[in-house]
């Protein structure tokens, strides 16, 4: 089946994330978030084992899922590194975020 929430579209407006989608399949909906909403999601992923898990897991997850939906396709070799490259770009970007921000430092 769907999930709940399928999102399609995300941007900043002012100091808030609206992301844009359809709702149990069938509503158009916009869903807020704030900065403190973002960070205390980004708290539940990093402190959660299964949140952990998943994140590590989602490339390979992600090519089972492809390659379920797309069985004729010969590209699903692409999706694993790409998926990797991804993550690794969200990664750097929230450590950077949190460098900025002065949350973290990347100094030694």
Known sequence: GTGVIEINEMERIGDRLRMKGILMGQFQTQ?????????RMFKLLLFSSSALRFA???????????RREYPES?????????????????????LLAMAILGIISLAS
């Open 31 to 39: 869903v807020y978030v704030g900065p403190g909403d973002f960070f």
């Open 56 to 66: 590590i897991l989602s490339p390979f997850l992600w090519v089972k899922h492809y």
């Open 74 to 94: 010969s590209s699903a070799g692409l999706i694993l590194p790409l998926s990797l490259a991804i993550i690794l770009v969200f990664v750097l970007t929230f």
